[in-house]
């Protein structure tokens, strides 16, 4: 069972624009989201998160927006370089205990210059 | 420098023998993991560890197992009771399980022949 889904597996967007990925999950104890940023042969990177206690959190270009009502995250990128393209991971866990990450399948952003 | 090194980077091995991936950081974090990545697919738990000698079993552990006889130190064996051993190998660390974010070594591909 697929607890966090990211049903987009690729996305391609110009150079300059907006790249929105998204992340939807089905485990209401999920309570903290982390965004992964992986280049080919290489361990993904941490990129931003966001506390359920939040509903947006900003890093410079990156900003992920967190809707608790509908399960639902995402990650804006602005403006989309092309040192962007990689696959990004959403994960989330439960902050109780000791509950691990859970991932997400991925989405391949490509950038076009 | 701190990080997680990974080795090698590549590897080969014939069907039905044993392989171990080595895996250490000098990060000081208690808490180590070891991911499986394959195509299409997000990062699944094989095996993760607290502490110095304590290991549990993550989401796919059969035909797997791990040790931590150090902190810095927590080697994946992938036995030949694993089906499908043909994968990207990812070990992270963090400094605690309850702790969010997880810092990624750079992988191993293994290729089961």
């Known amino acids: 069972d697929q607890q966090v889904k990211q049903n987009s597996p690729s996305l391609s967007v110009q150079e300059g624009r907006i790249s929105i990925l998204n992340c939807d999950y089905t485990n209401s104890m999920f309570d903290y989201f982390l965004w992964y940023k992986k280049y080919p042969a290489e361990g993904p990177t941490f990129l931003i998160s966001i506390s359920s206690i939040k509903d947006k959190n900003e890093d410079g270009r990156f900003t992920v927006f967190l809707n608790k009502s509908a399960k639902h995250l995402s990650l804006h990128i602005v403006p989309s370089q092309p040192g962007d393209s990689a696959v990004y991971f959403c994960?989330?866990?439960?902050?109780?205990?000791?509950?691990?990450?859970?991932f997400g399948t991925g989405t391949r952003l490509t950038i076009i210059p | 420098d701190g990080g997680i090194t990974q080795s090698p980077k590549y590897l080969f091995r014939k069907e039905g023998q044993n392989v171990t991936l080595s895996c250490e950081q000098n990060?000081?974090?208690?808490?180590m993991y070891w991911y499986r990545q394959d195509p299409g697919q997000g990062l699944r738990l094989i095996y993760y560890?607290?502490?110095?000698?304590?290991?549990q079993k993550g989401d796919i552990a059969e035909g797997y197992s791990v040790s931590r006889e150090k902190k810095e130190s927590f080697p994946l064996t992938v036995t030949s009771a694993q089906k499908n051993p043909t994968a990207f190998y990812l070990c992270?660390?963090?400094?605690?399980?309850?702790?969010?974010?997880?810092?990624f070594g750079p992988g191993t591909r293994l290729t089961v022949l």
């Open positions: 994960a989330a866990r439960a902050n109780f205990g000791n509950e691990k990450l859970t």
């Open positions: 992270a660390s963090s400094v605690a399980v309850t702790y969010n974010e997880q810092f």
């Open positions: 560890s607290q502490i110095v000698n304590d290991f």
């Open positions: 990060l000081n974090h208690d808490a």
